[in-house]
């Protein structure tokens, strides 16, 4: 989960509008105040999609619906380690959040 975070805030933390909250056991890194992305303990990946963007990044490999208590979180994926070897893959997934975060109004 430590790898997963300090590659997050490699990539993250230039933005002014990113912030990190502890969060699930660990943390979460936030846009504009609204929850974006997170490593859980396994060393997955938690994204916050949306509704409307779920189904369009299920269909990619390495994801999973997030299911914290056994039912799934709508607009919420977990991605697998598998999914995140590069820099570039993992550049690519929290893009798929921003797309989706990004638009929501600030907290």
């Given at each position: ?65 997030m299911d914290f208590t056994g ?37």
């Open positions: 989960m430590q790898e997963i975070a300090d590659r997050l805030r490699h990539l993250l933390m230039d933005d002014p509008n990113i912030s990190e909250k502890k969060m699930f056991g660990g943390v979460c890194f936030m846009l504009n105040g609204n929850m974006l992305c997170g490593p859980v303990k396994n060393g997955d990946l938690m994204l916050r999609v949306g509704k409307d963007y779920e189904d369009e990044v299920r269909a990619r490999p390495h994801t999973r619906p039912k799934p979180m709508k607009g919420f994926v977990f991605v697998d380690q598998a999914g995140l070897e590069t820099e570039a893959e993992l550049k690519e997934w929290v893009s798929l959040a921003r797309r989706f975060v990004g638009a929501l109004p600030p907290k």
